[in-house]
């Protein structure tokens, strides 16, 4: 154990282990927060007059986040929000989603982040299968909103502007100037009459159970329909603090954050862990390559996490070359393997770059493994190591732990897995296993512990760090009249990895390219959108059992590519 704790560039803090769940017993550290709100009044004592937040003109120290937060809390119990409440956050990058993030933790809510590219069916579902109680939301995204039967449970519904200022927010109004709806069935908060009484009331959530559900995120499943992960405060603070130990993070570190908030690397990578250092988060709306170089230079960013999608365009910016990153330090990145090529570049442009692999899922509140910076080069193939509170096991078929270098399906367990899925039984048995969470990769540990990764997850197209399951496309594409059948394969691409691309039969007329794609785009999430068709009139292969034969369709795909 010393020499494995001996890879991190931080101190590891103690740890023992605890049981937790009724039937799991997992290693813990011993000191640590209660929970998630509890990272906020930590930084608060720690670092009052540092910046929390910077987005745009607007920066934020940490007394004045905590304020923030704390109207915000007073508007949503004003709502009626309390202990066990879920939250929904249809909310883009910004001030607002950490300020709504934690307002909800105070109260004892459940936040429940939902990408802001998804779309109206995947939108009610989510809202209505959570039984969300109230819903802030980017103004400009109310059409998207489901209608009063589709989530009966939906009591309120917020509008923010975005990228709007702190003391413009609904949420937390000022009563000498009010911020009014704009769209008929959306609220405007004016700040209550009696807020100092609904700010005692928005107490600091400290005598709740750090095995309550703090966050539900969204995932895909192979059935079609997404499962809700439920994200303790346990969990959620151990992701932070191996984080912090693992990659040195301390109260001066300035972190950009620009993947989105609402994916588990936002919420907990990022959001997460720089609370908990008391650390700068410095947001960008969107990533763009040209506008991440020059906010990095201008704010001194010492750390992010990206997807390698996002390091190979900055290579390609041709501002890159003559910034001045000198004060990066660490680079994590996730999702998807990063090209050597990618890491030489930036090795010769930034020695002093550590950057660091990261492995896990929705499931494991993001790492389950890091890459020691010291082994990055050294170690391309691998994902890293298990983190410190973490136990992976590779396991055959059978359920039985493999050998080091044998391959065999990847259990992931520790204090950070998530407790099950949200009202979904069937899911939680079938994927967690006496608090194993199998991930369904298939890889190997090797004799010094190192993971690595074979093949992602069956019928799992990985966009640029965005998972697309194939069956959620081929659902989309089988609600088209003319369609026949579909199946969606991952089409190779240098830059964002892979794509979707679809083989569909089809039969009559109105079934071109065009119209698919604008069926898909009014069903799913826009990167989930095929870029590529096979259009015929020939049903796809199928072997004797009548199973789909995918491998064909991915190797006919490969020869059609490589004679263009």
Not at 539 to 547: D, F, H, I, S
Request: hydrophobic residues 45%.
């Amino acid at each position: 154990m010393p020499d494995a704790h001996a890879a991190w560039p931080g101190s590891v803090p103690s740890m023992r282990s605890e049981a937790h769940f009724g039937d799991r017993v997992v290693r813990c550290f011993v000191d640590r927060p209660k929970s998630t709100h509890a990272l906020l009044a930590d930084a608060l004592v720690r670092n009052p007059d540092g910046e929390a937040i910077v987005c745009g003109a607007e920066r934020l120290t940490y007394r004045e986040f905590d304020a923030v937060v704390a109207r915000a809390t007073a508007g949503l119990a004003a709502r009626g929000i309390a202990r066990g409440d879920r939250v929904g956050m249809l909310l883009g990058n910004g001030t607002v989603f950490p300020v709504v993030l934690f307002a909800a933790l105070r109260l004892g809510a459940v936040a429940v982040p939902i990408s802001i590219r998804e779309q109206a069916p995947g939108l009610a579902y989510m809202l209505a299968h959570c039984g969300a109680k109230v819903v802030v939301h980017d103004a400009e995204l109310v059409d998207r909103l489901p209608d009063a039967r589709a989530a009966p449970a939906l009591a309120h519904r917020i509008a923010v502007r975005p990228g709007a200022p702190c003391d413009q927010l609904e949420l937390m109004a000022n009563a000498a100037r009010p911020v009014m709806a704009r769209n008929a069935g959306d609220e405007a908060i004016r700040e209550p009459a009696a807020v100092s009484g609904l700010l005692r009331l928005a107490r600091n959530d400290d005598d709740g159970d750090e095995e309550d559900t703090a966050v539900i995120l969204y995932t895909s499943g192979t059935t079609g329909r997404p499962k809700g992960a439920m994200l303790t405060h346990l969990g959620i603070c151990h992701s932070a603090m191996h984080y912090e130990c693992c990659m040195a993070i301390d109260a001066r570190d300035r972190s950009v954050i620009a993947v989105p908030m609402s994916h588990v690397t936002g919420v907990v990578a990022l959001i997460a862990t720089m609370v908990r250092a008391a650390a700068t988060m410095i947001v960008m709306p969107a990533f763009k390559a040209a506008d991440f170089i020059a906010l990095a230079e201008r704010e001194r960013m010492t750390h992010t996490l990206l997807v390698p999608a996002m390091y190979n365009l900055c290579l390609l910016e041709p501002s890159f070359a003559a910034a001045d990153l000198r004060s990066w330090r660490v680079g994590g990145f996730g999702g998807a393997p990063m090209p050597p090529a990618t890491i030489e570049r930036f090795a010769a442009k930034l020695p002093a770059l550590s950057l660091m692999n990261a492995y896990g899922a929705t499931e494991t509140t993001s790492p389950a493994t890091l890459m020691p910076p010291s082994q990055t080069a050294a170690r391309l193939d691998s994902v890293g190591r298990a983190v410190p509170c973490a136990e992976i096991l590779v396991m055959d078929e059978a359920g039985r732990a493999l050998p080091s270098g044998q391959e065999g399906e990847i259990w992931m367990h520790g204090p950070m897995v998530a407790k099950g899925y949200w009202e979904n039984e069937a899911a939680t048995a079938e994927s967690f296993v006496a608090g194993f969470w199998r991930s369904g990769d298939i890889g190997s540990i090797d004799a010094d512990g190192y993971v690595r990764v074979f093949d992602r997850s069956k019928d799992m197209i990985n966009r640029g760090g965005y998972k697309i399951y194939s069956v959620e496309v081929e659902n989309a594409l089988m609600s088209h009249p003319a369609v026949v059948e579909a199946a969606v394969v991952a089409k190779p691409c240098a830059v964002l990895g892979e794509r979707a691309h679809a083989f569909v039969t089809v039969t009559g007329a109105g079934a071109s390219a065009e119209a698919l794609t604008r069926r898909c785009a009014e069903l799913l999430a826009d990167y989930k959108v095929p870029d590529s068709f096979t259009l015929g009139a020939e049903p796809l292969p199928r072997n004797a059992n009548g199973k789909l034969m995918k491998r064909q369709l991915r190797e006919e795909l490969l020869r059609s590519l490589a004679t263009k």
